[in-house]
């Protein structure tokens, strides 16, 4: 063997152990404790997406990997960003063939509300009549109670920190921190859901104006609530001008109607399915100042 060969032989031996702690520095580098959690993913939920985007359409895949709402035969490409928000509530995700998986994270999730402390005192005197707060600490922290003093001596009532927020904030959620019990609010509404809440409340109102029954064209005039009849109004026959008076709501009739009848006043309980039955005009006494 020659001296060359001999030196290269040692050369790596003197080498070897190097390279197997580079190996290991590296494998603890790269295992899975030192790195950062995984977050948790879900399979997007395709099927929701087509049902929300295109009603009647089930999902497909064509060519393995690319996925559609098929509808009839015609085919709409998926937002997959959009579908793992309506899966997750997030818009994060990743392809694994011709898996689509989204992440799941906080991103899509309600804020909550400011945060409040307990009010335990509240609570003691609603529970317990004659109590007061205590704090006691414990081996595990800190013990919140309500002490209750009698004949018999001094007893300590437990408090469930959930009822003890809701009786402050209105919410059974909490978060402990040391010895304070935090107590989440309830969300506020955002700035666009104040502006459809006033939007609904004002369709909501009552106001006056004409609505045609669809089933025999007889024009209403009254009160409308939500585009329907609500309240006292006046139906007219469009051809006889025949004119009877009632009261409904919410679209449907409530109570006697009053009409003129070969020139008398007469007081109806009208029936959809049987003969209309004849009231004395006493019980349509409210009615008679609508009728003209």
């Not at 790596?12 to 190097?18: D, E, F, G, H, K």
């Not at 393995?64 to 818009?91: K, W």
């Not at 899509?108 to 707060?133: E, I, L, M, Q, W």
Request: hydrophobic share 30%; aromatic share 6%; net charge positive.
């Amino acid at each position: 063997m020659t001296p060359n060969a001999l030196s290269g032989r040692r050369g790596i031996a003197q080498a070897l152990p190097v390279l197997a702690l580079s190996a290991f520095a590296l494998s603890i580098v790269a295992a899975p404790g030192a790195q950062a959690a995984v977050q948790p993913r879900v399979v997007a939920d395709l099927s929701k997406y087509c049902r929300t985007k295109f009603p009647n359409s089930t999902p497909t895949i064509r060519r393995g990997v690319d996925h559609y709402c098929n509808r009839g035969g015609s085919l709409q490409g998926i937002d997959l960003a959009e579908a793992c928000r309506l899966t997750t509530g997030s818009r994060r995700y990743e392809r694994m063939g011709a898996r689509v998986l989204c992440f799941k994270t906080r991103a899509g999730a309600p804020r909550p509300g400011p945060r409040t402390d307990a009010d335990f005192a509240k609570y003691c005197r609603a529970k317990y009549p004659n109590s007061v707060y205590r704090r006691l600490p414990t081996a595990r922290g800190v013990k919140h109670v309500c002490r209750q003093v009698n004949a018999h001596g001094a007893t300590n009532q437990g408090i469930d920190l959930a009822e003890a927020c809701r009786m402050t904030t209105g919410s059974r959620r909490y978060s402990v921190s040391g010895a304070r019990v935090l107590c989440r609010g309830v969300e506020r509404r955002t700035a666009a859901r104040r502006r459809v809440a006033r939007r609904a409340d004002r369709n909501a109102r009552v106001r006056r104006g004409t609505y045609i029954w669809p089933h025999n064209g007889v024009i209403y005039r009254g009160p409308l609530k939500n585009g329907k009849p609500h309240g006292i109004g006046t139906n007219t026959h469009p051809k006889t001008g025949f004119k009877t008076v009632g009261q409904y709501r919410d679209g449907k009739p409530v109570g006697p109607f009053l009409m003129r009848l070969r020139g008398r006043l007469t007081c109806l309980r009208v029936y959809p399915n049987r003969r209309s039955r004849r009231l004395p005009l006493s019980r349509c006494a409210h009615l008679r100042g609508h009728l003209s």
